[in-house]
Nanobody
Framework: QVQLVESGGGLVQPGGSLRLSCVAS????????MGWYRQAPGKHREVVAT???????NYPDFTKGRFTISRNTAENTVYLQMNSLKPEDTAVYYC????????????????WGQGTQVTVSS
């Protein structure tokens, strides 16, 4: 069982930035990968960034160049730096674990946190 606690969400104006944090209850270097996904009302879940235990990162086109995933392995924390935010980025953001290459490639998380709300509005 892995526990994940996200924080850092809030209200930000379009064009602004936020940094989300996710603290894991286990050593994150022992997990194949970790990532962030978001869920907005009436929309499908979207994976926004992933990172492997080796530090390789992946982004979908709609976040590439704006979002950056990083980690602090000593503190078992994964971050999501979000810049140039748009109203369509409004969603609840979740941090999750990806236990294998197969799960990583499919964005199939096995544990996730309670989420943190990000609202982009003027």
């Amino acid at each position: 069982q892995v526990q994940l606690v996200e924080s850092g969400g809030g209200l930000v104006q379009p064009g602004g930035s936020l940094r989300l944090s996710c603290v894991a209850s286990v050593s994150i270097i022992e997990i194949y990968g970790m990532g962030w996904y978001r869920q907005a009302p009436g929309k499908h879940r979207e994976v926004v960034a992933t990172i492997t235990s080796g530090g390789d990162t992946n982004y979908p086109d709609f976040t590439k160049g704006r979002f950056t995933i990083s980690r602090n392995t000593a503190e078992n924390t994964v971050y999501l730096q979000m810049n140039s935010l748009k109203p369509e980025d409004t969603a609840v953001y979740y941090c999750g674990t990806l236990p294998s290459w197969s799960a990583y490639s499919r964005g199939s998380f096995d544990f996730w946190g309670q989420g943190t709300q990000v609202t982009v509005s003027s």
